[in-house]
């Protein structure tokens, strides 16, 4: 669905301050079209001044920042190529909530109707209401129904997931799927880990205004350590120097039969000498994307 074959998302050693505060510094990031990109950081990060300079809604201090090769500060053209879904949602407060989806879908970059209505129904959303009567979670639906409901080639949200109740956070990460489906982009900004582990396939990890990782899960958890349970049909004394093994930490003797220890990296060593034990069970379980984020910013406040 992408207009040409340049990022769905360009940042360029994008920057901005606010008098002596940096918010956004030398971020420099590319999304490919199709893709579904997670942006993460906790509250205070720049993640949405960074979206405010993608929109075209702040000028950047330092750097540029493009949508399919238009200039964002080009807001006419750039929002052409989006829909946007914001944290806090305003509606306007005389329609209802089915005239403030068909005003939506005029200035947007075309609407899928039939979808729109079948959206409505798997939101639970009553467009009937006026948006006055709307609680936050009822205008967040509307946002998330016209957004997933227009064909722009790239939906840009905001920690859209804000007041949604567990089931409608099922139905908006379905709608995420879809929307990959049909090769448009998604750029999800969230602290919401677990959201956007099950979602996206690759993430950028900002702190403090700077881009510290980017990279997809999988390469993430390799890069991470993980956590091994080895159980052993009998003692084997001899095992002990597996912990002078390259990648290992944290070894713990539970029982004489039980060891648990951290691999980061390859596990070629550590299977050759398992491979000289009684191994009964080996258990391998991966880093979560929280505690790789907690990791990220554990180590920055070591």
């Not at 200039?71 to 909530?97: C, F, I, K, S």
């Not at 980017?214 to 001899?238: D, F, N, Q, W």
């Not at 070894?251 to 004489?256: C, E, K, Q, S, Y």
Request: hydrophobic fraction near 45%; proline fraction near 6%; charged fraction near 25%.
């Amino acid at each position: 669905m992408a207009p040409s074959a340049a990022p769905a998302v360009l940042l360029d050693s994008l920057g901005k301050r606010f008098g002596a505060t940096e918010a956004v510094v030398d971020l420099s990031l590319a999304v490919p079209a199709g893709e579904v990109f997670g942006f993460l950081g906790p509250n205070g990060a720049g993640k949405s001044t960074t979206i405010r300079l993608l929109l075209g809604l702040l000028r950047p201090t330092t750097g540029r920042a493009e949508v399919f090769g238009d200039a964002a500060d080009d807001v006419e053209r750039a929002h052409r190529h989006l829909a946007y879904v914001p944290a806090d949602v305003a509606l306007w407060p005389g329609l209802t909530g089915r005239e403030c989806l068909d005003l939506l879908a005029g200035v947007g970059p075309g609407t899928d109707t039939a979808y729109r209505d079948e959206l409505v129904e798997r939101f639970g959303l009553d467009p009937g209401k006026r948006a006055r009567a709307y609680s936050t979670g009822n205008r967040q639906k509307v946002a998330l129904v016209a957004a997933f409901a227009t064909r722009a080639p790239l939906l840009v949200l905001d920690e859209p997931t804000s007041g949604l109740d567990p089931l409608v956070e099922r139905e908006f990460r379905r709608c995420i799927a879809e929307a990959a489906g049909r090769g448009q982009t998604v750029f999800l900004s969230s602290h919401q880990l677990a959201e956007v582990e099950a979602v996206c396939t690759r993430v950028g990890i900002l702190r403090a205004g700077r881009l510290v990782e980017v990279a997809g899960l999988e390469e993430l958890r390799r890069l991470r350590r993980s956590e091994v349970t080895v159980e052993l049909a009998r003692p084997a004394p001899g095992l002990e120097r597996i912990a002078g093994l390259p990648g290992v930490a944290d070894v713990r003797w539970t029982t004489p039969l039980q060891l648990t220890l951290a691999l980061t990296g390859p596990p070629r060593a550590v299977l050759r000498a398992l491979g000289e034990v009684d191994v009964v069970r080996l258990d391998v379980r991966e880093p979560s994307l929280e505690e790789i984020f907690l990791d990220y910013y554990g180590r920055a406040a070591a």
